[in-house]
């Protein structure tokens, strides 16, 4: 299993950006799929992005496309989360994932795939 630490959270205003690191240890990133998670007080936790092991085609939710981007570095055995136009309504703590699929190199993955998870980081949206 890999570990996963993700940073870069914090008080944003609403229209706000924010730029969420997730630094992944103890094997190689270019064999998984990673993704976003977040989870707001009294709700279920849910998939914002995630990309595969292709890099390709990244899967977006709905409720962020057009301000949220995922991106991967396998050097680096980093992924990130940009957040752009940011609302009240992502207030949340985001939580990156990781997943494998041997012979799989898309985006779409069942929330119940990804097994190994960072600690989250906090980012609240407020003016």
């Known amino acids: 299993q890999v570990q996963l630490v993700e940073s870069g959270g914090g008080l944003v205003q609403p229209g706000g950006s924010l730029r969420l690191t997730c630094r992944v240890s103890?094997?190689?990133?270019?064999?998984?799929?990673i993704a976003w998670f977040r989870q707001a007080p009294g709700k279920e936790r849910e998939e914002v992005a995630c990309?595969?092991?292709?890099?390709?085609?990244?899967n977006i939710a709905d409720s962020v496309k057009g301000r949220f981007a995922i991106s991967r570095d396998n050097a680096r055995n980093t992924a990130y989360l940009q957040m752009n136009s940011l609302k009240p309504e992502d207030t949340a703590v985001y939580h990156c994932?990781?997943?494998?699929?041997?012979?799989?190199?898309?985006?779409?993955?069942?929330?119940?795939?990804?097994?190994?998870w960072g600690q989250g980081t906090q980012v609240t949206v407020s003016s």
């Open positions: 103890g094997d190689s990133l270019a064999r998984y799929a």
């Open positions: 994932a990781t997943a494998r699929l041997p012979g799989y190199s898309g985006s779409y993955y069942h929330k119940s795939d990804f097994d190994s």
């Open positions: 990309i595969g092991t292709g890099g390709n085609y990244p």
